[in-house]
């Protein structure tokens, strides 16, 4: 799977929208880009997942790039119970190998 | 509630012991997985599992062990415990593949004292 690079922390004000990046440059064509969220000690929590479009759910946006080499992760309003890691990862589509590769994923803080 | 069930939540322990942790997975999932999170790892992969058969490896140690019965429930054997064994273990199950996504438990925290 693609190695992905995130910010180690992030600030936002409440009610404001949090764009959090990513980037996998390295990223093939049959990889998806996934988000999860981990809020404290909690168990991850998935968020969105795409491959080449935009996708917009329920929780947030995914917009990613033309050439797929980063995207960013938009919560149109947060709020303080959105503070949490997120996690950024990259993987295989298709099979029965599910295996989500962590790493140390962005610190969103959103401040009152 | 994701729909994935862990037991216990809580688990203290003595070095040298050896514990058994349970997942119970979303109704339908065939696959899961086994993350450890300490506090210097990370969320590190254990093992996965899928439809009984093991089907993916990560950094688990030969001290611990798992398997999938035919209900689909999990199990992780931890043996022999170490202090740096102490960390959160999470659960995740997902459907066959594919680009559906996982779900993960709430975790159980082992403490080996």
Redesign the interface.
């Known amino acids: 799977d693609a190695k992905t690079t995130q910010p180690p922390s992030m600030d936002c004000a409440e009610g404001r929208a949090a764009n959090l990046p990513c980037n996998h440059s390295t990223i093939s064509g049959n990889e ?1 880009v ?1 988000w999860y969220r ?1 809020i404290h ?6 968020i969105i ?1 795409g ?1 080449k479009n935009n996708e917009t759910n329920e929780m947030a946006s995914l917009i990613i790039t033309e050439d797929r080499k980063s995207s960013t992760l938009i919560l149109p309003h947060a709020t303080l119970r959105d503070t949490a890691v997120y ?1 950024c990862i990259v993987r295989v ?12 994923g962005t610190l969103l803080t959103v401040n009152p | 509630d ?1 729909g ?1 069930t862990q037991t216990p939540k809580h688990l203290i322990t003595a070095t040298g012991q050896r514990v058994t942790l349970r997942c119970s997975p979303r109704s339908g999932d ?2 899961v ?1 086994w ?1 450890q999170q300490s506090l210097d790892q ?2 590190q ?1 254990l093992i ?1 599992y ?2 009984g058969e093991e ?2 490896k ?1 950094n688990i140690l030969e001290r611990f062990s798992a398997q999938q019965f035919p209900d689909l429930h999990s199990e992780l054997n931890l043996s022999s415990l170490e202090l740096g064994d102490s960390a ?1 273990y ?1 659960c ?1 199950s ?1 459907q ?12 159980t ?1 082992l403490t080996v004292v």
């Open positions: 998806y996934y981990q000690s909690q168990g991850p929590q998935y997942h491959l996690y589509g298709g099979g029965s190998n599910y295996k989500l590769t962590f790493g140390k | 994701s994935v065939l696959s997985y993350y990370g969320l992969f996965q899928y439809n089907r993916a990560g959160l999470f995740a997902s066959t593949g594919g680009n559906t996504e996982a779900f993960f438990g709430q975790g925290r």
